[in-house]
């Protein structure tokens, strides 16, 4: 893992002064999904395309190829004959995640009878168990559906964690870890958040799928 850290570095020397809270981060992560819990994803506008973008990083292979268990590979070729191995050799191994920012006919929905404001909050108080993980990213920190979904977390024993930049802003106080990049423009922020949570699923694929490698 420090090696994984060592290229990152390297590769992006103006996010080392955030190597303890990028860690801390992928530690509460690792540990969540270690007792089979899952993470939730959110945003606005770009960073709804990021909460988009983790997902199809954690649910399928991303950096190498993914077995499935091998206890569910056996019982699909049991059961399913040729159309179980065609399963057995394809499907990936997955970290469940989910981008509370795609579902489009409940947040529309809750939008127009309800809220906006509440259209996250709405899905993590459904979605939501204690031990899971919640990932806000939020160039500003003051995004009310952002921070309603936060505060929903805080209460049902789920961890938060969030990017902001690096005005001070409410989303601070809702969070077991923040990143607050050194800057306000939100292309910048944006373009320093990809390499972050991309570290972050490299980082989980490994612990995670090493052995299946």
Excluded at 15 to 29: F, G, P
Excluded at 33 to 38: E, Q, R
Excluded at 94 to 103: C, D, G, N, R, Y
Excluded at 167 to 179: A, S
């Amino acid at each position: 893992m420090e090696r994984m850290f060592q290229v990152f570095y390297e590769r992006y020397p103006q996010l080392k002064s955030y190597d303890k809270k990028i860690k801390e981060a992928y530690k509460i992560m690792e540990g969540s999904y270690s007792k089979k819990n899952k993470l939730l994803i959110c945003g606005n506008g770009g960073s709804a395309s990021d909460s988009d973008h983790i997902v199809g990083e954690l649910m399928k292979s991303f950096l190498f190829k993914r077995k499935i268990e091998e206890s569910i590979s056996v019982k699909l070729k049991n059961q399913y004959g040729d159309d179980g191995l065609f399963l057995a050799q394809n499907l990936e191994g997955a970290l469940p995640a989910i981008a509370v920012t795609q579902h489009t006919a409940l947040n529309s929905a809750f939008l127009n009878d309800v809220s906006g404001e509440l259209i996250y909050a709405q899905q993590v108080y459904g979605y939501g168990e204690p031990g899971d993980v919640l990932l806000g990213i939020s160039t500003s920190g003051k995004a009310k559906n952002v921070l309603a979904a936060f505060k929903v977390a805080k209460v049902k024993g789920i961890k938060t964690i969030a990017i902001t930049g690096s005005n001070p802003n409410p989303l601070t106080k809702l969070c077991d870890v923040i990143i607050q990049l050194p800057s306000n423009e939100t292309t910048y922020i944006q373009e320093q958040t990809i390499p972050i949570y991309h570290l972050w699923c490299s980082l989980l694929e490994k612990h995670f799928f090493k052995q299946t490698n």
